[in-house]
């Protein structure tokens, strides 16, 4: 049967509050105080495409607290949809504090309600209405959150969903690397879009791998078609199964203001340019440009700027 998609993206996963060191390359001992910003990568990704006028839904759980608030009043502010955001009365909600630099950011978790997602809050009737279903490791990391992303990812594939994840990994919120390569390998056989980065393949694989060992591994032994590998300044490449792999730089930046939601925002208008149907290397640029936009930004993306206007001139 047929559905009706006018749902493009359904993010699930880690909503929560970023605590970003003022201090630029600073260590997080030695930062002395904190600016308080939404954060969660799945929350990133539908407020970024909430932006370029995108059609989102986010599922993700947060305390009945100030923070849990705060949250909700930002995402309302930002026109995404928190119909699928759950309070739980139990949980204070999740908060991570994060180093201000122009590298990957050192962090220190408070995991609470994040992980507490439910099976109800992922209706059947949204996925039957989804073009994408995206997640992170980050979510999956922790149950109950894990099983049940797990069997709603099942459920959107059936339903004709492509799915889509970043696998963020980090033994800091997921130590059990094992457990982490399971659950990651049981989500990839619904076939998503991928994206990684270096940092998260070395941390996963505990060495470092050539990008040519990487897109094997998804490739021939997770049977992925798309897997997107992000460098950091050196930019992206993306490995399609059977094809030549293409590599992009990264957008010259004087001055980076901050890194985190980086990865996100490049995810962002990947994933946007991935509903409009562009070309791979068009779809690219989008992204490393999106991406751009971000790292010379602290917090969310500029408000002031029409994004979307900006990235559809991108050819």
């Not at 969660?40 to 607290?65: C, H, K, Q, W």
């Not at 119909?83 to 630099?101: E, G, N």
């Amino acid at each position: 049967m047929e559905y009706k998609k006018i749902i493009d993206v359904f993010c699930v996963g880690e909503t929560l509050i970023d605590l970003i060191g003022h201090q630029m390359d600073v260590p997080i001992e030695n930062t002395g105080d904190y600016h308080r910003c939404l954060g969660g990568s799945p929350t990133n990704v539908a407020m970024n495409l909430t932006r370029l006028g995108v059609n989102v839904e986010l599922a993700g759980t947060i305390g009945e607290d100030g923070f849990g608030k705060f949250i909700l009043n930002k995402l309302k502010e930002n026109r995404v949809s928190t119909t699928c955001v759950r309070q739980d009365a139990i949980q204070p909600t999740s908060v991570i504090f994060v180093s201000k630099t122009k590298e990957t950011p050192d962090f220190i978790p408070f995991r609470k309600a994040d992980v507490m997602i439910t099976e109800n809050q992922i209706p059947t009737e949204i996925i039957k209405q989804t073009r994408i279903f995206h997640t992170t490791a980050f979510a999956l990391s922790k149950n109950p959150s894990r099983n049940t992303i797990l069997a709603k990812a099942k459920e959107a594939h059936e339903l004709g969903c492509t799915l889509s994840i970043d696998i963020n990994y980090s033994p800091r919120i997921w130590p059990d690397r094992l457990k982490a390569m399971e659950t990651i390998k049981a989500y990839c056989q619904y076939d998503p879009l991928i994206k990684i980065s270096e940092d998260d393949m070395e941390r996963l694989f505990e060495e470092h791998l050539s990008h040519e060992e990487i897109f094997t591994f998804f490739h021939d032994h997770l049977n992925v078609s798309t897997v997107c590998l992000t460098l950091g300044s050196k930019g992206v490449t993306l490995s399609r199964k059977h094809e030549t792999p293409i590599t992009l730089p990264a957008e010259k930046i004087k001055d980076i203001m901050d890194a985190t939601g980086a990865g996100d925002a490049f995810w962002s208008g990947f994933l946007f340019a991935y509903l409009k149907e562009f070309p791979i290397e068009r779809s690219l640029r989008i992204a490393l440009s999106l991406a751009a936009i971000k790292l010379q930004n602290i917090g969310s993306l500029p408000r002031n700027r029409d994004l979307l206007s900006e990235l559809l001139r991108i050819k």
